[in-house]
């Protein structure tokens, strides 16, 4: 039972990237997914969540506008669209599961981790 997350990269500010994280062992059906990143030097920071126990989509106000976050159930896929990306975006991100309750914003309540992957904006 695993995330595997996959997508990132680098891209010139105001490009665009999509992150996909991908349950292995179990259906994403069931979990609320969140998106977390932490960039060099700062603390990590909630990014959006998908929620189940209310099938509503929350984000953080310096993403909002620019990110979506979206379900493949056919894939068992959670992915982060991210658009108009600027340098303040570049960070390590991190997606993260748990069961069937609400959104959190501390990656601490969330029983399952991806890996994490890089996004590096350059100007």
């Known amino acids: 039972v695993q995330l595997v997350q996959s997508g990132g990269g680098s891209v010139r500010a105001g490009g665009s990237l999509k992150l996909s994280c991908q349950a292995s062992g179990f259906s994403f059906v069931d979990y609320t997914i969140g998106w977390f990143r932490q960039a060099p030097g700062k603390d990590r920071e909630w990014v959006s969540c998908?929620?189940?126990?209310?099938?509503?989509?929350y984000y953080a106000d310096s993403v909002k506008g620019r990110f979506t976050i979206s379900s493949d159930s056919a894939d068992n896929r959670v992915h982060l669209q991210m658009n108009n990306l600027d340098l303040e975006d570049t960070a390590v991100y991190y997606c993260a599961a748990r069961y069937f309750v609400s959104c959190s914003k501390l990656i601490e309540n969330y029983h399952l981790r991806g890996q994490g992957t890089q996004v590096t904006v350059s100007s």
């Open positions: 998908l929620s189940r126990s209310d099938s509503s989509t």
